[in-house]
């Protein structure tokens, strides 16, 4: 690389600042690359095919074709600076801001319950801010709950003074996700809810807490789903979706719709596509919601099987990256914020992808980097900065 | 301290990061592998649905093609009419499913609201006629015959009649020039079907929505050929099916023309002579059951000898096909099928089946050769014919004494052929014949000249007939011996006693059954079609044709041609000199013979149109006899028959007279009046097509059978009648031409 031959004859102050940059052990040389550009390409991409599905809706796009667009491109670039922000305050810095993070995101989905929250496709779980501009606070909460629960379990274990986090710890971190989630679950945004399970679920996993406590949540979970069923506590268009899923022809101009445009989108696009912006499925807005929960229809439509394939390729490197970085990473702390991130991006990503290839039920929840959406956009970009953070980070002399 | 490795993590903790890591992967292999399912494995599946999801159609059928005459006269057109059609799919939105509208509507066509509503209901098993057959998607003609005024008021009021238009369409006409109305052979059309459209989805000839199909007749049998390709144009639209695309077109390619062989003028005539024939039936008195003929049903057949064209087809009830267009009201459906319509539909000439009587002497003759029989042999022809106490009787001539083939034709001396056949059934080894096949002489010879399966006429639903051959009585046995053996009685009635001898042995062939076979009557079954191909063959020297009716298939713009030419399905069994023998022996009938009376000696010009004809008067069990004439001259064979109408020569002697007079021109007196002659050699070539397509026709006269008659007595005739041939059109009679009929011999002399 270059870095070396500046180091070798550097000399001048600026020169020197290029060389500490990519000295040996210098913090651009410590960054995980590969996630940084894959999370970049996906954006990119994400932001092309928010583009196809909008450019021609006009009733939602304001007049301007570019409208989506430029708000994807903008929130890929605050993400990007959120990012960056992260990684210079670092992981641990944020550790012991977590109370307050913590804190501010329940505050902001409580408010959500308020008069101030307002209902997008059912799910009361958005706050208006105006100007085209709103919230979506569940985001955030993935990240708190992530870091809350690292910060609980690894204090002891990353002290040295346990190998494993005990019992009363393990409480302790399930009651701080317990809080949030059943807030969200009153929203009810059972999407968000399905995400955050699997994220506890990650994080106990990688917290080394005992087996009982990883296959009790497990039990729960298909106990709390069984009741959730039988108790009637899903609302009415979360039991049809669920149906259609189970049969797609049920109702193919009802609910089954969205699932029948979706396969069909995809399933026509074959192996190369119909090219960028020449998809007839989206051109005719066949698929309802394709900004963002079903992005990927017009990836599968317009790029065939290489260009969407190309996006679980790329979803995979960040995946791969971030497993290395949880293993690699020194302290508990560390890993498990890492684990976390991997639970939820792998689960998000393939309940997203899952929804419109009709393997999974249809659910609300963005492709990460792909879907347009602010809120979204920023928590993913946050996430990627403290994979960078752990990255990056020595471990901290025992 | 000690247990915990250096990168500050447990064993515990690593290996379930790696089963993370391994779960993550095997998720994404998921994607992976269901994308490659719905992408590669059933991507043509899906490519398919997508492109039917955004794509409309918007479809400009296509005018459907003529059916000329053989002169370019057209028998069915088209012509724009302001045609009312109702929305479904509107109506039922409405609360009382548009009864109001429709009853509103009712009031301005002048129609009933219950025939209105009757329209508009779709048909299934329980809703009879009339009913919507085709698409309930499509608008659904109430009439086509609303007047620029009614169109008016519903277009002015539209919003008085959500779902009710009034558009000019391109509607069949069957014109009927020269009151030729052709019903039967033309057929009709009706709306497609769901059922069709997706039988036919994937055939290079796809239907529509709109079409209009076929039902029967040439309508049906050229429909691929006269219904053209309907414009498509393709427009790609959104969800909500707005027009995004740019459209892809189909123009509309307008059917082609058919011409036919028929002679309009001709085919009048025929039609005229027909039921003017069955009209003169009815008012004579049949001795056997004590009451005047009925006459219920008759048909006949022009066709030219030497290549099998059909220059006219009648049969009779007829109807008007007109009846059809616009969708049928349930008065007239009723008329045309209900049971006492007497199936008007039907074409009997090709779906008329009955025993042939003595015109199948031709076929024993030809036989009889075969088996070894010198034509100019000395047969005896006695006044009865005896077989083990069952006497036959000779009914259509005296006693003769011997005779050669060709007198027992010219006579029609049944005891010559109850001989022939009686020594024949015994050569064959009696009621039980021998071991190995038996030679059965007169069978071979019925399915050599074409019986018992079809001519292969160019329309469809044409009957077989049949040969009761030993496979056929055998089968037939199988299938009824329950049925007799359980009714038949030893000294019951005359149908029980002939029950129980069916239930005994009525799978082997009995010497009566061969000798009334012999004779045409007994089992035997042809049509009209199947008899005018036997004598036409015998006029051209052997060659059964297929008979045609389309002569060739003319494109819209008139650029292609394409000729329907002849084609044999077999020859007579017969040689040369044989034929040439029978041929005489034809003309003797016509000269000498049973139809003497009316040719020869009415004054008919032998010397100058030979003139061939055999009659028949086949005997109906339980009903009044057949009566058959088969004729021919070198250029046509002509053959009529009439269900329950008497004697062969009696009934249709007359019309079939009338109908070569018209041809040929020939006056009463005999005289040649070339002028008059409709057809004296048959039309060859096909009538001009015009530079744009169109096809040149003549003028056709108002009523070319009034002409006819009127120049063949060579007197004007001050009366106008109408003619009896449709349903629903009562007539009267002429009288002035029943008055020269009985100048040509009393119906009483011989038949």
Known sequence: MTGNSFSVSGYGPERAGWTRLFARDSLARRLDWPILFAALALSGIGSLLVFSATRNRTEINQGDQYYFLIRHIMNTGIGFALMIGTVWLGHRALRTAVPILYGASVFLILMVLTPLGSTVNGAHSWIVLGGGFSLQPSEFVKITIILGMAMLLAARV????KPYPDHRTVLQALGLAAVPMLIVMLMPDLGSVMVMVIIVLGVLLASGASNRWVFGLLGTGAIGAIAVWQLGILDDYQIARFAAFANPSLDPAGVGYNTNQARIAIGSGGLTGSGLFHGSQTTGQFVPEQQT???????????????????????GVVLWRACRIARETTELYGTIVAAGIVAWFAFQSFENIGMTLGIMPVTGLPLPFVSYGGTSMFAVWVAVGLLQSIKVQRPMSA | MTNIPETGRTPRVQIRLIVIQILVLSLL????????????????????????????????PAVRGSILDARGVPIADNETRLVVSASRTDLLKMKDDGKAVLTKLAKVLGMKPAEVMQKVRLCDAETPQPCWNGSPYQPIPITDEATAKQALQIRERAEDFPGITAEPEAVRRYPSPGKANTAQVLGYLSP???????????TDSPYLRSDQVGRSGLEREYDKELRGKAGVTRYEVDNLGRVIGQAEADEAQPGANLVTSIDSRVQRVAEYELNDAMKEARKQFDDNTGENYKADSGAVVVMEAKTGRIVAMASNPTYDPNAWVGGISAKDYKKLTGKDSNYPLLNRAIQGQSAPGSTFKVISTAAAVEAGYDFDGRYPCTSSYSV????????????????????????????????????????DGGINPKKGEPKDYFFKAAHQFGLGKTTGIDLPNEVTGRVPDRQWKQAYWEANKDAWCKTGKKDGTYVEKISYENCLEGNKMRAGDEINYSIGQGDTMVTPIQMATIYAAISNGGTLYNPTVGKAVVSADGKSVDEIAPKSHGKLPISKTTLAKMDDALAGVATRGTAAWRFAQVGWPQEKIPMHA??????VYGKQTTSWFATYTKDYSIVMTISQGGTGSGASGPAVRNIYDALYGVSDDGTINKKNALLPTPQKGLPKVRTDGTIKSPKVAKDPAKQQRVSQEGAPKPEETTLAATVGQPTSGNRNTRRRRRRRGSRRMCT
Request: proline share 1%; charged share 25%.
């Open chain 1, 293 to 315: 929960d079903f992005v990927f229809t017009v990836a599968g439509e317009e790029l065939g099987f290489v260009g969407a394939g190309l996006i679980i390729v790329l979803l």
């Open chain 2, 388 to 427: 083990g106490g069952q006497v036959f009787k000779n009914f259509e001539s005296e006693n003769f004494g011997p005779i050669n083939l060709g007198r027992a034709l010219e006579v029609s001396c049944d005891t010559v052929f109850y001989g022939l056949a009686h020594r024949e059934w015994q050569r």
């Open chain 2, 192 to 202: 497609v079907t769901d059922e069709e459209i997706t039988k036919a989805q994937d």
């Open chain 1, 158 to 161: 990353d002290a040295g003074d």
């Open chain 2, 614 to 619: 055999k009659t028949g008067t086949a005997e």
């Open chain 2, 29 to 60: 292999g998921t994607l992976g592998g269901r994308l490659w399912y719905l992408q590669i494995r059933e991507g043509d599946a899906y490519a398919k649905e997508a492109s039917g999801n955004h794509v409309q159609q918007v479809v400009e």
